[in-house]
């Protein structure tokens, strides 16, 4: 993140947590040209043992853990962790479910990059 620094006061701290081209399994990021684009950022609350079920998005999502920690599988059975704090790239036009192997919730921040009146993602 080159140069953000010198956007903002001295004492303002810029932390870099995530900076990316590709999902988490290595897919390039690509911005589809929606009619009418819309951003949700959504807190997403995983208690112990649930998941958020099998599901797939054709659009960029974004996820920051803020507590516990999320395992994310694929249907090809590839998985990765995410632990407080990290920071990630959802998978595109792939199934996965994110689950929580933990004896405390999960909590992340969730950013949709999707599209007005469409659903965030598909089962």
Known sequence: MLGVNAQYNKGVLL?????????????????????????????????P?????WHKHFFPVFGYVMQGTLTVKTKNGKS??????SAFSEVIHTLHNGTNKGTDDVVLIAFFMGEKGKPLSEH
């Open 49 to 53: 043992g649930k998941s958020t079920g």
């Open 15 to 47: 932390e870099p947590v995530l900076k990316t081209e590709t999902t988490s399994i290595g897919q390039k990021i690509v911005y589809p040209d929606f009619a009418n684009n819309e951003v949700s950022i959504l807190k997403v609350t995983i208690p």
């Open 80 to 85: 990765n962790t995410f632990l407080p704090g």
